[in-house]
């Protein structure tokens, strides 16, 4: 069993957000999953709302009867002590995280908790790095962000594509993602407030490469591709600037396998032109919308918090994400797939995240880790077990 955080502990993995839509599903993806002897919490704001979520999880599972309710609001530190000191994992899905995460990053770093979540905000992820790194790195927590669709069937396709390429050659990836989902009330809220803050983002991300090593003997980049044509995937690739394409080049810095020198692309995979048009289009008009604050708060009012896609529309959505790899005089071709991106499969992503952070026999890291770094081989192992499709489509 992997204990990085030092004596026993009331709680294996603690849930912070359980009772938010992501939150809830990944609860019951616990109550299902977590193995036999795991000790797990839920923990949210509202007693009265994390009874109700009980009660729904032992309606199906009875062993969740007893299952224990935690409470914290993520602006009270001394609760947020409380519940880092608690567990040795805690799993996140309290979003927005740029304006509700900071306390509960601070509470684990300090504690030597380990700690997940499902941020795909940039800038959270750059200033977590400039003020919580150095302290996780003293105390051996290990930050987890970005444990969902943002990034990891990304940040772990590159890392199994590296794998299918030779060792100490310079390589190369591009990655094309399709999806048809549709996004719930908290992801709208955080992609909004992400949108409305360029600048605070493009500074934390300049302070951060200030501050960060740099990369002796290897090179290590995710520069933005161009749009264009992939006779690959036979669909066109946008250029994709999510958080995605920095947590793959932060795996490729950390880890000697992705090369001397590693370049990584992210796209957006779209079969029509009209519709690749269509969709920057929209984008650009939405992140416009986020610079003006009366218009913000119209689009958040549009999409209630805690409500997102119903089980019947979950079912029907998927995500493909094909990779292109090439070095060393070798082309492969790889995909990750799954089902609903956003919901269903991250709420399976963050769960066997934070049991392999508890229970798995992981590699020593401390501080902001990727998921590929904290836990590639044992994570990818685990979600392919869980359903989650990584595959070798050929090689050339
Ligand atoms: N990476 C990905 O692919 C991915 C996918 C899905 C979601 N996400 C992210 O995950 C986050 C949650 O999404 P969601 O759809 O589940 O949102 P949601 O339904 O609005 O849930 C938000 C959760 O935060 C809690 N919360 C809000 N303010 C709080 C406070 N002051 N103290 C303690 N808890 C507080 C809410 O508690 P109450 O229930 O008491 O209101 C709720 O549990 C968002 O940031 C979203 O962008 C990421």
Redesign the pocket.
């Known amino acids: 069993m992997n204990r990085q955080n030092g004596a026993e502990r009331p709680y294996d993995v603690v849930l ?9 599903l990944t609860a019951r993806y616990l109550a299902a999953h977590a193995p036999d002897g795991c000790r797990w919490a839920v923990a ?3 007693r009265a ?1 994390l009874e109700e979520l009980r009660a729904e999880l032992a309606a199906e599972h009875p062993a969740c009867a007893d299952l224990p309710l935690l409470t ?5 530190p001394v609760a947020l002590r409380e519940l880092a000191g608690s567990a040795h994992v805690v799993a996140s ?5 740029v ?2 995460g900071e306390g509960l990053v601070a509470a684990c770093a300090e504690a030597g908790t380990d700690y997940a ?5 940039a800038e959270f992820v750059d200033r977590m790095y400039l003020e919580h790194d150095t302290r996780a790195r003293e105390t051996g927590a290990r930050l987890v962000h ?6 990891v069937p990304h940040d772990l396709g590159v890392y199994f594509t590296v794998r299918q390429l030779p060792e100490g050659v310079p390589l190369t990836v591009d990655g094309y993602v399709r999806t048809d989902a549709v ?9 909004l407030t992400a949108m409305g803050r360029g600048p605070q983002m493009v500074r934390a991300a300049r302070e951060r490469r200030l501050h960060e090593p740099r990369l002796v003997g290897r090179r290590a980049r995710a520069p933005q591709g161009s749009p264009h044509f992939s006779p690959e995937t036979g669909t066109w690739g946008l250029p994709l600037p999510t958080l995605d394409p920095r947590v793959v080049e932060r795996s490729a810095r950390a880890l000697e396998r992705y090369g001397p020198d590693f370049r990584y692309r992210h796209f957006a995979s779209v079969k029509r032109l009209p519709m690749a048009l269509g969709g920057t289009a929209a984008v650009g008009l939405l992140a416009g919308a986020a610079q003006i604050p009366a218009a913000r708060s119209w689009l958040s009012a549009r999409v209630a ?4 896609p119903s089980e019947q529309r979950r079912r029907r959505s998927w995500f493909t994400v094909r990779f292109v790899g090439e070095g060393g005089g070798r082309r492969v071709y790889t995909e990750v797939s799954g089902g609903d ?3 269903d499969e ?1 709420a399976k992503m963050l769960a066997e995240a934070a049991l392999a952070l508890a229970f798995d026999d992981l590699p020593a890291t401390s501080g902001q880790v990727t998921t590929a770094v904290a836990a590639g081989d044992a994570l990818l192992e685990r979600l392919q077990a869980a359903g989650l499709r990584f595959r070798v489509a050929a090689v050339r």
């Open positions: 912070f957000g359980a009772t938010g839509f992501v939150g809830a949210g704001r509202s709302k914290a609001d993520a602006d009270d899905t309290v979003g927005p995280y304006r509700y979540d499902l941020t795909g905000e970005a444990c969902g669709f943002d990034s996004f719930s009330g908290g992801t709208f809220a955080s992609a918090p805690g409500t997102g991106p956003g919901y991250t």
